[in-house]
């Protein structure tokens, strides 16, 4: 009887310790690297100096990092060359075409690498129109279909059908690109291990990374998922990045003292820098701090930074329910423009954000890319926006080119036009505001 008893007992923990470990082995772990510190590695730096071991674990693992990068940063700063490169003298030109180009072909020399960039690219022309349809293509399936029939716009609906017909030629242009990293991956495993069984990496782009986050995931990366990963990417960051450009661009020539003080700036860093590193984008502060407070003044998530519908009734310690598919959206602009998180709020204040790194002594916060609590706009957690950083080198790089090579100016016939118009739940910047260019060399001349 014991013996049964003792059976009955044991049987249920030993199986659901068996399942437990079951799970632990079998489920995908992602294989991050572990960081630490360089030499004293104690518990106690751990406690005082965390904020450094964070922003190196950034460096080590994220695909954006990748510009300043061995190889990359000459490509992506070409590609900064290439799109802003005009010969002119005092023209008017409505510059934000121009920016989505430049991005679009920036990032694809980033995430693709040089093999698929190039500013009249097919694949710089497919990501562009696939980005057009994914951005308007969904509402009108809305319109004109019952969610249970959504399937058939695939057939029917023009949009949806070049979704699919785009992100097909995207496979077969990647395939090749996939392949090289596969066979450079495998041959990195075959060869001699350095570094505790990892050596220097072939490639140090984005179709690398996605390689390597669905292989430690135990999936197969095909060239059918590559492009769906990399729509994706391109969708959520063409039109914000190129926004916020024009958005600074508009934002420079109200402000001639900062402007120039940024100028002198990129010379003075450009001197003690031969090449365009992250860190010597990094020291491009003056620059970063005039970002971060146009970006407070009308970011794109000025309304709406997060946008949440609870999936079941939610209720707050207070007793107030949120119920289950409520739409809800945290507005940026009340805390941006709150004198207690942001004295004289009213003010453009192009040193605000970097008298605060100098002030409080946390050289990691108040950056243009930084989550902080003073802002929300790249939203917090774990939905903040990981191209941020991305975002800012991207940025700060083709106002390097801009600035050194280009004056610019609001002409008197628009001194009245609208700087930044309210488009639904989102602030943009005026993309039909001209602007006056004129080379440097021109002037010169
Ligand atoms: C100035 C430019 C940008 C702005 C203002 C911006 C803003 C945002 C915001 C506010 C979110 C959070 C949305 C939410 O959870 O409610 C977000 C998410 C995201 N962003 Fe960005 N973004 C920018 C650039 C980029 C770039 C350059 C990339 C990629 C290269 C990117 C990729 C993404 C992705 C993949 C998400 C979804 C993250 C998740 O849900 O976990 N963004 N972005």
């Not at 979704?163 to 242009?173: D, F, G, I, T, V």
Request: glycine residues 6%.
């Amino acid at each position: 009887m014991s013996v049964i008893l003792a059976a009955l007992t044991v049987a249920p923990a030993a199986w659901f310790l068996y399942s437990r470990l079951k799970a632990l082995i079998s489920s995908p772990r992602l294989n991050l690297p572990y960081v630490k510190f360089e030499g004293d590695n104690s518990r106690s730096r751990y406690r005082t100096q965390s904020a450094t071991i964070l922003a190196k674990g950034y460096a080590q693992q994220s695909i954006l990092t990748q510009i300043g990068g061995p190889g990359i940063t000459d490509e992506v700063n070409m590609a900064a060359r290439q799109g802003l490169n005009r010969a002119l003298d005092w023209t008017s030109l409505q510059p934000y075409p121009l920016i989505v180009k430049t991005f679009a072909s920036m990032s694809a020399c980033a995430i693709i690498g040089p093999e698929l960039g190039g500013l009249e690219s097919e694949w710089q022309m497919l990501s562009m129109r696939y980005v057009e349809a994914a951005l308007s293509a969904p509402s009108k399936v809305e319109a004109k279909y019952p969610a249970w029939l959504y399937w058939l716009s695939r057939y029917t609906n023009d949009g949806v059908k070049a979704m699919w017909k785009y992100q097909a030629r995207a496979a077969e242009l990647l395939a090749p690109v996939l392949g090289a990293r596969v066979a450079a991956t495998q041959e990195l495993q075959a060869g001699p291990r350095k570094r505790g069984g990892k050596g220097p990496r072939k490639f140090e782009d984005g179709v690398q990374w996605l390689y390597g986050a669905h292989t430690a995931r135990g999936n197969q990366l095909t060239a059918e998922q590559l492009p769906r990963d990399l729509f994706v990417i391109m969708t959520a960051s063409i039109h914000s990045t190129s926004g916020a450009g024009l958005a600074i661009l508009i934002d420079m020539p109200e402000h001639p003292r900062a402007l120039s003080e940024i100028r002198d700036e990129i010379a003075r860093v450009k001197a003690a820098n031969p090449t365009w590193t992250r860190q010597a984008l990094g020291e491009l502060q003056i620059l970063d701090s005039f970002m971060r407070e146009g970006a407070r003044f009308h970011a794109l998530t000025q309304y709406t930074a997060v946008q949440r519908i609870p999936t079941s009734d939610f209720t707050f310690k207070d007793g107030l329910t949120i119920p289950a598919g409520t739409t809800l959206a945290f507005p940026s602009f009340h805390h941006n423009f709150d004198p207690a998180v942001h004295p004289q709020p009213e003010s453009f204040d192009t040193m605000r954000h970097l008298r605060k790194r100098q002030e409080r002594t946390n050289t990691h916060r108040y950056h243009f890319a930084s989550v902080s609590d003073d802002m929300m706009n790249w939203v917090a957690g774990r939905h903040a926006c990981p191209g941020r950083f991305f975002a800012q080198e991207t940025l700060k790089l083709m106002f390097i080119h801009l600035l050194t090579h280009y004056e610019f100016k609001h002409a008197e016939d628009t001194k009245e036009s609208p700087r930044y118009l309210s488009n639904n739940l989102f602030v943009i910047a005026n993309p039909a505001l001209p602007v006056l260019f004129r080379e440097k060399e021109v002037v010169s001349k």
